[in-house]
């Protein structure tokens, strides 16, 4: 078998091998992730290599092997189609976790047209991003789960949402302050919420561009406000009356 590296397979010493890319399936549902690249003359023995690359590995994956060339080509045509929403997809690679690929799918699943949804919360719940919990006293109803939704854009949104976690940024923290409270899943899901109500607002108003808020936002605004009111509180638990005041 013959693996290669990019460099390699630009470089002219094969003139009868083609490069091919490896694209991996773990299980039924999961995206196609890319997995390596082959050199071969034809597709039948770049399958072939593809499974000694990965019986070496001890993996057992499905795999899809393509051309190179054909997947320059598709590139040009995606572009080709992309350009009339070029503005909104630039608009939306201003998010953290969002690149060009990302927009694009979120582009072609929910459109641009947001007088469909008045407002973030309707986007959020056609694409099952509310989850059925409600809080009362202590007490919980609903199991949490966001539904069926549209399974493609929920896939790239919480691709997104990992991608954002290692950022430092407002929603790099607020992921990693839920996750510490109730775990990785659901801080996903509310990070995903948060980019597509953001999302909504950039494809609502052309004129709209995202501005981070920080990852000390919540130490700068909410901690300070949690605090005054905790201490107001205190105060007219005791019997008084509270009137704050800006310091001069």
Sequence with gaps: MTTVTARD????????????????????????RHGGNVLAPDRELAVHYARELFARRNES????????????????????????????????????????????????????????????????????????????????????????????LARILGEAAVMAARSDTFLGERYRRIARRRGKKKAIVAVGRSMLVIIWHLLADPE?????????????NVNTELKKRNHIRQLEALGYTVTLEPAA
């Design 208 to 220: 709209t561009h995202f501005n981070d808020l920080g990852a000390d936002h919540f130490t700068r």
């Design 61 to 152: 994956r499905r795999l899809w092997v393509v051309r190179r060339a054909d997947i320059a080509v598709l590139d040009d045509q995606i572009e080709t189609l992309l350009t009339p929403f070029a503005p909104a997809a630039e608009r939306l690679d201003e998010l953290p976790g969002i690149g060009p690929v990302a927009a694009a799918v979120i582009i072609a699943e929910i459109g641009l047209d947001m007088t469909r949804f008045p407002t973030a919360g309707h986007l959020c719940s056609w694409a099952k991003f509310s989850p059925g919990v409600k809080s009362s006293a202590g007490k919980t109803q609903g199991n949490g789960s966001t539904g069926h939704g549209n399974r493609y």
């Design 9 to 32: 397979v630009t470089a002219s010493d094969h003139p009868d091998l083609e490069p091919w890319e490896v694209f991996q399936q773990a299980k039924d549902g999961d995206p196609m």
